[in-house]
């Protein structure tokens, strides 16, 4: 069975940096294209990030563009999202989830799976 467990989330204050982290079990990172979502209140989910494949840098959505960074230690079978200059806009329950390489450039939720249960991240101004 598949699990992902994000950690790292809380209160910040606007300029702040925050780290998640989505650590899995069940399922090996490396084969697979781990991502990043977001979710705020009365809003959709939506795409943050994914990792790169082959010789494709990872994408990010426009909004987090320069300012997020994901990155995968196969060793720990984890991925991180670096988040710096935080936001208030940047508040939302983050998700982490996996795709297929075949499935790579895509930033629908529905080419996603095994959600992970979510971290808040509140950038407070």
């Known amino acids: 069975q598949v699990q992902l467990v994000e950690s790292g989330g809380g209160v910040v204050q606007v300029g702040d940096s925050v780290r998640l982290s989505c650590t899995a079990s069940?399922?090996?990172?490396?084969?697979?294209?781990p991502g990043w979502f977001r979710q705020a209140p009365g809003k959709e989910r939506e795409f943050v990030a994914v990792?790169?494949?082959?010789?494709?840098?990872?994408l990010y959505a426009d909004s987090v563009k320069g300012r997020f960074t994901i990155s995968r230690d196969d060793a720990k079978n984890t991925v991180y999202l670096q988040m710096n200059s935080l936001k208030p806009e940047d508040t939302a329950l983050y998700y982490c989830?996996?795709?297929?390489?075949?499935?790579?450039?895509?930033?629908?939720?529905?080419?996603?799976?095994?959600w992970g249960q979510g971290i808040q991240v509140t950038v407070s101004s």
């Open positions: 069940g399922h090996t990172f490396s084969s697979s294209l």
């Open positions: 989830a996996k795709t297929s390489f075949s499935k790579f450039g895509s930033m629908s939720s529905r080419d996603f799976g095994s």
């Open positions: 990792m790169g494949w082959r010789d494709a840098s990872p």
